[in-house]
């Protein structure tokens, strides 16, 4: 396992878009500083590859397929997660889904369905549910992957910003409802960064270097920079943070 910089040992957390990019390195990363980690994504190939990788680093974690934007699946991954642990510690809202890359008058509807379904409801449910968790259990912490998009609308990803937008004051709404039950929300904004998922803007030279244009730097994030800043979210550090939305890009945090 690598150096210990947070103590998470007891705690369960849940990531969801876990079995790649950044959600696999911050499964990765709260495994090493003690918590049991439930791996989940769409499908379990992916989430039990990490989940192995984990527990031969000498970490502990599971597998668990989980869909955000299917409510059957929200309703069964908590359902475990009450019969196995009891109660949940730490969520990572972390899957999303950004189908359509393209202009968005040519947006279709089974485009915007899966984006708002996955971004919005699944986020919002899978929140709600590990709320009430937490409240019943004396707290917890809550960090969803927002993205800078949320405040300055990606070329080509709108309803993809559009539901990054909602999720940072979905963010707030939580904090300051649920801060009464000792439980901390924050949002992480990623900016570009080097993933499967952002592919579309790694395969565009010009969509690219506009990007790189924004950013002080002038370089693209790694999943490993969004993974430090998650654990200091859910580590007791934090203790003062809640309804906050932290920048991290390739050169700047904010």
Not at 1 to 20: E, I, P, Q
Not at 131 to 141: F, I, Q
Not at 228 to 250: F, H, K, P, Q, W
Request: net charge negative.
């Amino acid at each position: 396992m690598g150096t210990k910089l947070f103590d998470l040992t007891g705690k369960v957390a849940l990531v969801t878009g876990a079995s790649r990019g950044i959600g696999e390195a911050i499964a990765k990363l709260l495994a090493e500083q003690g918590a049991h980690v439930i791996v989940s994504s769409r499908k379990i190939d992916g989430c039990q590859v990490v989940a192995d990788a984990i527990g031969e680093a000498g970490g502990s974690a599971e597998a668990f397929a989980c869909h955000v934007g299917d409510m059957n699946d929200i309703s069964n991954v908590f359902s475990h997660i009450q019969t196995q642990h009891g109660k949940l510690d730490i969520l990572v809202n972390n899957a999303a889904a950004n189908p359509y890359f393209g202009n968005i008058l040519d947006t279709d509807l089974g485009a915007y369905t899966k984006t708002v379904d996955v971004n919005i409801r699944g986020y919002f449910f899978m929140s709600v549910e590990a709320g009430r968790l937490m409240r019943d259990n004396g707290g917890g912490t809550i960090v969803n992957t927002a993205s800078i998009n949320a405040l300055q609308p990606g070329m080509y990803q709108g309803i993809y910003s559009i539901t990054k937008a909602a999720v940072v004051n979905m963010t707030k709404s939580f904090a300051k409802e649920c801060a009464q039950y000792g439980i901390r929300v924050n949002a992480l904004l990623p900016g570009v960064t080097k993933t499967k998922f952002a592919g579309a803007l790694f395969s565009d030279k010009n969509i690219y270097d506009a990007a790189m244009q924004e950013i002080p730097m002038n370089r693209h994030a790694e999943p490993e920079e969004m993974a430090g800043t998650v654990l200091y979210l859910v580590s007791d550090a934090s203790s003062y943070t809640n309804g906050e939305c932290i920048i991290v890009d390739g050169g700047y945090t904010l």
